[in-house]
């Protein structure tokens, strides 16, 4: 049975979070100011697509939204104090695989679909002057 103080908690995330997005709009933060997409650009698309039925293209837009969300899962369901460790070691896991894929994808997709430029970007709009 989840506490007062727990609950207290995960709407107090579901408030910064919606005021981030008013704040931010839809769109990434980091490609907004940099132009260059971050390790999680498209993750929503992917969703969108997986939610869908279409895996290839939910695949093609981001590969790591289903062990993001089964490392998501695990997080939520166990027990912190008990396997930190373990949940430790699956979090570097995660962030390295995260990684990796981030750089294979600026290398050989970048600045194709879905991994563009955005011209009109704060950094884009200084170089361009």
Not at 18 to 23: G, T
Not at 39 to 46: E, F, H, L, Q, W
Request: hydrophobic content about 50%; some cysteine.
């Amino acid at each position: 049975m989840p506490t007062a103080k727990k609950i207290g908690k995960t709407l107090g995330a579901i408030v910064v979070l919606l005021l981030f997005v008013l704040l931010v709009g839809t769109y990434c933060p980091i490609q907004k100011v940099l132009g260059i997409p971050c390790p999680g650009c498209n993750m929503t698309t992917s969703l969108y697509y997986m939610l869908q039925g279409d895996l290839s293209t939910s695949l093609m837009y981001h590969a790591m939204l289903i062990p993001t969300g089964v490392f998501a899962l695990l997080i939520g369901f166990c027990k912190w104090k008990k396997k930190r460790k373990w949940i430790q070691r699956l979090l570097w896991m995660w962030i390295g695989c995260m990684i990796v894929y981030y750089i294979y994808r600026m290398i050989f997709i970048f600045p194709e679909i879905p991994m563009v430029y955005d011209s009109s970007s704060l950094l884009g709009y200084f170089l361009n002057r």
